[in-house]
């Protein structure tokens, strides 16, 4: 059974930088993205940076030059290193895996981890 667990969530005053973490278990097949998403209250799930197996990054706009995602194939890890934070950045964020197996493609979710900007 797959299981993405996150964790470096929290309250951070804006300017301030946190370091999200997601490790992903129980895996089968190829991982072909790792990413991580965020969900404001009250708004949809939106991407913030994901990466592919072979280092490819991807980010949005709004985080361009102060997040960073890596990513550790070994351990199934990828985490998010958030600098100069934004009262805008306050958000859940989840990880997201999407898998190859058996010659289907699979999507799987982590249960989130609070993020909290103070102004």
């Known amino acids: 059974q797959v299981q993405l667990v996150e964790s470096g969530g929290g309250t951070v005053q804006a300017g301030g930088s946190l370091r999200l973490a997601c490790v992903a278990s129980?895996?089968?097949?190829?991982?072909?993205?790792m990413a991580w998403y965020r969900q404001p209250p009250g708004n949809e799930r939106d991407l913030v940076a994901s990466?592919?197996?072979?280092?490819?990054?991807n980010y949005a706009d709004s985080v361009k030059g102060r997040f960073t995602i890596s990513r550790d194939k070994a351990e199934n890890t990828v985490d998010l290193q958030m600098n100069s934070l934004k009262p805008e950045d306050a958000a859940v964020y989840y990880c997201k895996m999407t898998n190859f197996f058996r010659g289907g493609i699979y999507n799987y979710w982590g249960q989130g981890t609070q993020v909290t900007v103070a102004s």
């Open positions: 990466i592919t197996s072979t280092g490819s990054t």
């Open positions: 129980g895996t089968a097949g190829a991982i072909i993205t």
